[in-house]
């Protein structure tokens, strides 16, 4: 067993046994900056676009449709889905829970709202633009500037072919292109807060990023195919960056409008430098390990059919079977569900309770969301995700634990009675009365099958997993006007006990609350897009 297995049980106990350093306080006087900065390089300010009020949120949940092979993109549409997935598009303040109210009001420590959800609402993704000769700019690498929705140019020339060179042989993607985007994660933008944590957390933030993306493509008839697995130092040298500060993710080939032209690789290497706002930055044992162990053999892309041996296993016989109604349509187009979608923080009114179409709706579009695609699975191959609900207040449906059949469109009763005293008592955060949501949705995944099966890059393949299905959840939530809430602060193994998951090697890896929020809150919304 690798080192990301030791991490996976360290992370099931850290309920119980504290990973260190265990005195961590963070210095908020001294963080760094929600992105990264480039003083002195040129930007290009992103055009606006428009998205079509006909392009409704397709998660999933009716019949699939096949990207259209005539749509491509271009700048506009680029442009489009960075500011609705990463771009600022508000400021909120609102009366809730969670312990950074007081602070919200000062403008400096203000909450911007974004589409995808981030661990702490720390954003530490960043989103590269290796752009060819068939873009509208001459070739060469960007930065996406979140704050000023513009890109900023650290290298000019056509490098493409090196990261083509990077993803190798059998990448996933529209074939021949010269249009990727390249995710990174400046650990330090998380660490300083989680600490040794961090890596759980910001693999999550990989797969909310790529998860928004595929919804909001799919909607406009184009396909994201990810990559997790290609030459990740040799990207790290491209980019200028030292890969124990800051790990590449992920690479998006896109379908361009226009007949790219090949070049070879290039030994080229962005030069500018991101300059660090923390005067002190500390390192954890425990990312530098991860990141170590992940990108090691980072090239060797699991074979199809790799994943099998750590799918989940069929619902266990002799559960009670509870059927569910069709799920509730998402008739709301994506970009209205992304700008709706926030963190509830203590909101839910269990006087209100959820509909059972809308419970389906969210279980679901959350099943939807449990393949990548890309080089992380083909569809029709077995699920590696389990998705199971602690009912508190909806309609029809009497509280208890259950597993979700997504075959059968189905509940299957794993505990009875209600729920409401375990999720509170196993919960550390005060931002959240667990009872008061509708239900609590807990993804699990056999994160130990995972790694045994295609390595210790497994590990950013399981985050990436969960953090889709929360991303899904939440837009799906915000598509039906219902609030919602992710949290990894509870204690994993008194979930594994309570579901019986000790036979199954199955770990809940984060908790979604959903339900209805109490009326007429005390809030505040000024849209900057």
């Known amino acids: 067993m690798g080192y990301a297995h030791d991490y996976a049980a360290a992370i099931m106990r850290r309920g119980r046994v504290p990973m260190p350093p265990a005195d961590h306080v963070p210095?908020?006087?001294?963080?760094?900056?929600?992105?990264?900065?480039?003083?002195?390089?040129?930007?290009?300010?992103?055009?606006?676009?428009?998205?079509?009020?006909?392009?409704?949120?397709?998660?999933?949940?009716?019949?699939p449709e096949l990207p259209d092979e005539e749509s491509a993109f271009d700048l506009v549409t680029l442009s489009g889905m960075l500011r609705d997935s990463y771009g600022l598009t508000g400021r909120r303040l609102g009366v809730q829970a969670n312990t950074d109210l007081s602070a919200l009001p000062s403008y400096p420590l203000a909450n911007?709202?974004?589409g995808t959800a981030s661990?702490?609402?720390?954003?530490?993704?960043?989103?590269?633009?290796?752009?060819?000769?068939?873009?509208?700019?001459?070739?060469?690498?960007?930065?996406?500037?979140?704050?000023?929705?513009?890109?900023?140019?650290?290298?000019?020339?056509?490098?493409?072919?090196?990261?083509?060179?990077?993803?190798?042989?059998?990448?996933p993607g529209p074939g021949l292109t010269d249009q990727y985007l390249v995710l990174g994660v400046k650990y330090w933008q998380n660490a300083f807060k989680y600490n040794s944590f961090s890596f759980h957390a910001v693999s999550m933030d990989i797969g909310t990023v790529l998860q928004t993306w595929r919804m909001w493509a799919r909607a406009r008839g184009l396909e994201i195919e990810p990559a997790l697995w290609f030459d990740e130092e040799r990207l790290a040298r491209l980019l200028g960056v030292r890969s124990e500060e800051?790990?590449?993710?992920?690479?998006?080939?896109?379908?361009?409008?226009?007949t790219p032209r090949q070049t070879g690789p290039a030994a080229a290497s962005v030069r500018r430098a991101d300059v660090e706002r923390?005067?002190?930055?500390?390192?954890?044992?425990?990312?530098t390990g991860m990141q170590a162990a992940t990108s090691r053999d980072a090239a060797d892309r699991p074979a199809v059919g790799a994943l099998a041996p750590a799918a989940v296993a069929p619902p266990r016989a002799g559960l009670t079977e509870v059927p569910l109604p069709a799920p509730r349509p998402l008739t709301t187009d994506v970009r209205t569900a992304l700008r709706r979608r926030r963190s509830s923080f203590g909101r839910f009114d269990a006087g209100r309770p959820v509909a059972p179409d809308q419970l389906a709706a969210c279980l679901a579009a959350a099943a939807s969301a449990s393949r990548l695609g890309g080089d992380t699975g083909c569809v029709g191959e077995p699920a590696t995700t389990r998705l199971y609900a602690f009912v508190n207040h909806v309609e029809g449906l009497a509280p208890g634990g259950y597993a979700y059949d997504p075959e059968a469109g189905a509940l299957r009763r794993v505990t009875e009675g209600r729920p409401g005293a375990f999720l509170q008592k196993n919960y550390f955060l005060a931002n959240y009365n667990l009872e008061q949501a509708?239900?609590?949705?807990?993804?699990?995944?056999?994160?130990?099958?995972?790694?045994?099966?295609?390595?210790?890059?497994?590990?950013?393949?399981?985050?990436?997993?969960?953090?889709?299905?929360?991303?899904?959840?939440?837009?799906?939530?915000?598509?039906?006007?219902?609030?919602c809430g992710v949290a990894l602060g509870f204690d994993n193994i008194s979930y594994i006990e309570e579901l019986g998951l000790?036979?199954?090697?199955?770990s809940p890896l984060l908790i979604m609350l959903i339900g209805n929020e109490r009326p007429f809150p005390a809030d505040f919304r000024y849209e900057i897009a």
Do not use: C, I
């Open 27 to 63: 210095n908020w006087a001294d963080a760094p900056r929600k992105t990264k900065f480039y003083p002195g390089v040129d930007s290009l300010p992103l055009p606006d676009a428009d998205y079509p009020a006909d392009a409704a949120l397709d998660l999933g949940l009716g019949q």
């Open 112 to 114: 911007w709202s974004r």
């Open 119 to 171: 661990g702490g609402g720390l954003y530490p993704v960043g989103v590269y633009w290796v752009s060819g000769a068939t873009g509208p700019v001459p070739p060469g690498v960007h930065y996406y500037a979140t704050r000023h929705h513009a890109m900023q140019r650290l290298l000019t020339g056509d490098v493409t072919g090196e990261v083509r060179a990077a993803l190798g042989e059998g990448a």
């Open 246 to 258: 800051e790990g590449v993710f992920a690479v998006v080939p896109l379908r361009w409008t226009g």
């Open 278 to 287: 923390s005067r002190t930055v500390l390192t954890f044992e425990a990312v």
């Open 438 to 483: 509708g239900a609590v949705l807990v993804p699990a995944m056999r994160t130990a099958a995972v790694l045994d099966a295609v390595g210790d890059r497994g590990y950013r393949l399981v985050g990436a997993t969960v953090g889709a299905v929360s991303q899904a959840v939440y837009t799906a939530s915000a598509a039906m006007e219902l609030g």
């Open 502 to 506: 000790e036979r199954t090697g199955e």
